[in-house]
């Protein structure tokens, strides 16, 4: 299918540039990185002082060359060394333990964003200028609150006055994490008001382009021509409307995804979660450079991923994709 | 003068909302920090300044420090508006720059540029942005502006390219060429002023995302934690507990600041989009003529189509064939 080999192709070429701008940034920013992170930690060993040089390329073991090949080598082994913070432990250590936190949080809120914002953007695209159409203002409000401000105002509302949601933490700390239900239990509990963030701040925009959509499509011959047959309203609002107004949806998902990825990042800060964000913020206060890195690269190559599969979808989905390859 | 006035006029209520509520706020950034009623990082060493909710001397009430939070939240705003419109204005000239020169110049340049925007559009600018900023050794406002500029420009460069390649094949662009006039006097004077109502869709946007970008990279502590910006308002406010505190006057003034910029930003930009496709408009804009409603986008009535009352599916296959006559319109608008 040369449309998907095509999307594969540019992706690789999109990790490529990731992966290089990972390795070149460290070497081209000013100051020395191995310094600054040696005089934090006192408890490092001078001999981490090579190890850190290497990691970061500060000391140039090697051409240039030969340290970019070593560099690919190791993130293809996963292995992103070790982290400078938490000193024994190795980054990928750390990456593993809180990825599935951020993975389950931000991909479940933002399919149920996705789902609930697409299905009142058909309603306020077909009664274009009914009570759903009337809501847009105060949706395009909570849209513009950045997602860490809304989580700090439902926090103070919902767990700080109103005592119906935990403040804080992934599950109860009295727990020991396991796969069994006490902990499941927990870790839902916990995630509920993040998850509501994630939801209230990007359902607005699912709604206003699946409702701009609507509208256009709505004045296709074709959805006029179903009209006319006589169809019932709900088989042409779902059959012919929806169903095509849904493509261009699809092919903003992966950019879209990219944008609460990021606001969600941030967003576990406030809420102490123990993902993605936090680690981030953890790597930033402690200016523990391979951690950061790492985490670019992970959080890059998740988006990319997450595009493919969308691209996926999109063949199957619209044939038109399909012939349109075929006709060249 | 009037021209103005009439424009204004027809601007529709969501562009004239955004407008003036915008308008408030760089108001504020102009002369709040002359009218600051503290100096924002005075300290006031007195027990019950520390954080006292709002009072008549301190309407915004104080910080743990006994800081005056309206004069932080004044200054702020300035700071923040500040960033965001530089950002703006060089990332939508850096979008111009390479959009147009992508559709115009073709071939291989549009391959590599648009692989290049492409590429830009599809990492996610957040985490590149702290590991640049993390990486320099001093922080502020000036590198901040840099960098947001260097990575803010992609959306627009390939919205505008689009734009470009469907300009550069009318026949008045044709016409130019044909009467000998050189290649930079077509774009600036054939291309870009046609391209103006997307180019300041693209600077709203691009100022949209500064704000977002800036006050996050400041929450996370890196910014200037000496400087006072809605970001680094929210930045010690978190850092010092003030939720836990109860100090809800500490954080709200800046996130609700942050919050309405935004919503004046999307309105603005609502209001633009629905200025050029005038079926995304609100229903209730249309008019009633003889009891009957009709539509802004609709034909001029005539008075025998009004008054025959016609039946309810053949006035809604009317409609539909009605809209259906306009031109097509690229769907949907920016997701954020």
Known sequence: ?????????????????????????????????????????????????????????????????????????????????????????????????????????????????????????????????????RWLPGLMFLQAIPYFFLALVLLELLAVKGHLFPLAQGYNGQIVPGWHWDFIGSAIDHSLLPALTIVLTSVAGWMLQMRNVMITTIGEDYVVAAQAKGLSSRRVVFTYAARNALLPQLQGFGLALGFVVQGALVMEIVFSYPGVGLLLLNAVTSTDYPLMQAIFLVITFTVLLANLICDVVIVFIDPRVRTREAAR | ??????????????????????????????????????????????????????????????????????????????????????????????????????????????????LITNVFLVIPALPLLILLLGYLPQKGQLPTIIVLSGLGWPWGARVIRAQTLTIRNRDFVAASRESGEKTWRIIAFDIIPNEISLIAASFVNTVLYAIGASVALAFIGLADLNSWSLGTMLYWAQSQQALQLGAWWWFLPPGIAIALIGTALVLLNTGIDEFGNPRLRDARSATKIAGHRVEPTGPTPVLADLTARPSRVAALVHSFSRSSLLDETPAGGEIR
């Open chain 1, 1 to 133: 299918m040369p449309f998907i080999l095509r999307r594969l192709a540019f992706y690789a070429v999109a990790a490529w540039v990731a992966l290089t701008l990972n390795f070149f940034i460290p070497r081209a920013m000013p100051g020395n990185a191995v310094q600054g992170i040696m005089a934090k930690f006192p408890d490092l060993q001078p001999s981490a002082y090579k190890a850190l040089e290497a990691m970061l390329g500060v000391g140039h073991p090697g051409s240039l060359l030969n340290q970019y090949w070593n560099y690919l080598v190791d993130v293809f082994h996963f292995n992103f060394g070790t982290d400078v913070a938490n000193y024994p432990a190795s980054v990928s250590s750390l990456l593993v333990q809180t990825i599935p936190w951020t993975l389950v949080l931000v991909g479940a809120a933002t399919v149920i964003a996705f789902v609930l914002g697409t299905g009142l953007g058909i309603v306020a695209g077909w009664r274009h200028g009914g009570w759903v159409d």
């Open chain 2, 1 to 114: 003068m009037s021209a103005l006035a009439n424009t204004w006029r027809r601007l529709p209520f969501k562009a004239k909302a955004g407008a003036v509520l915008l308008g408030v706020f760089v108001l504020t950034a102009i002369i709040g920090p002359a009218v600051t009623p503290y100096d924002p990082s005075f300290q006031n060493p007195s027990q019950a300044l520390s954080l006292a909710p709002p009072s008549a001397a301190h309407l915004l009430g104080t910080t743990q420090s006994g800081q005056d939070v309206l004069s932080q939240l004044l200054v702020g705003i300035r700071l923040t508006l500040e960033l965001a419109v530089i950002v703006g204005v060089i990332a939508t000239a850096l979008s111009v720059l390479v959009g147009v020169t992508a559709a115009f110049l073709g071939g291989a340049w549009d391959e590599v540029l648009s």
